[in-house]
């Protein structure tokens, strides 16, 4: 396995415009994150999925974000009606759940956005 | 809620000298501590982390973190770096009593080592 892809790698759009990202987790992690990159920021927690569920949501993903899981494999981010504001890097992560929180965490390198 | 404040956004340091990248986190319950490294044009790695035992952890690369639960640190040393250590770290934190909480990280430090 060769870790978390997200595609795309770049993505530049207009204001006004929808963008869909994907992640791919390691095949056998149940849990896969959602993380917003801003620059001179740290990650800032979008949302996760423990299998299909997704189970947390940050009050940073407003009602023009949607993520999914359908199948508890590979994910999507959309973003409806972009704003410059949108602008980041979104980060995708995944873990494996071994019956306690480790924490660690897995992570792709990111799907930059740039809204014009 | 948890939070990560790293007190330095950037460090710059020469070849071979000794480094501390310095982290302070809150929380009310116990927590899990990590630091993260992410390379130029890279994904975020693990770089060590902290979940019960010896507090003070080693990564495989000469990195060492101790932590200290009562002035609530996890500061993160080298003795000698490298060229090839400059990037950005970050600290981040969870808790064992959240199961899947995800990780709260830090703003960041920038770390430039120049010869």
């Known amino acids: 396995d060769t870790g978390v892809s997200q595609d795309p790698r770049h993505k530049i759009t207009k204001r006004g415009q929808n963008v869909t990202f994907r992640c791919d987790p390691i095949?056998?992690?149940?849990?896969l994150y959602w993380y917003r990159q801003t620059l001179g920021q740290g990650p800032e927690f979008l949302t996760y999925f423990q299998n299909e569920a997704q189970l947390e949501k940050s009050r940073l993903l407003s009602d023009r974000f949607s993520a999914e899981r359908p199948k508890g494999s590979f994910s999507t981010l959309e973003i409806q009606r972009t704003e410059q504001g949108d602008s980041a890097m979104y980060l995708c992560?995944?873990?494996?759940?071994?019956?306690?929180?480790?924490?660690?965490?897995?992570f792709g390198e990111g799907s930059r956005l740039t809204v014009l | 809620a948890q939070s990560v404040t790293q007190l330095d956004s950037q460090v710059p340091v020469f070849e071979e000298a000794p480094v501390e990248l310095r982290c302070n986190y809150s929380?009310?319950?116990?927590?899990?501590l990590f630091w993260y490294v992410q390379y130029p044009n890279q994904g975020l790695q693990l770089l060590l982390k902290y979940l019960s035992g010896s507090t003070l952890v080693e990564s495989i690369n000469g990195f060492e973190a101790e932590f200290n639960k009562s002035q609530t640190s996890f500061h993160l040393r080298k003795p000698s770096v490298h060229i090839s250590d400059t990037a950005e770290y970050f600290c981040a934190v969870s808790s064992p009593h959240q199961a899947g909480t995800a990780l709260i990280f830090g703003k960041g430090t920038t770390l430039s080592v120049s010869s």
């Open positions: 929380s009310s319950v116990s927590v899990y």
């Open positions: 992560a995944s873990s494996l759940d071994v019956g306690s929180n480790t924490g660690e965490l897995f």
């Open positions: 095949s056998e992690h149940n849990r």
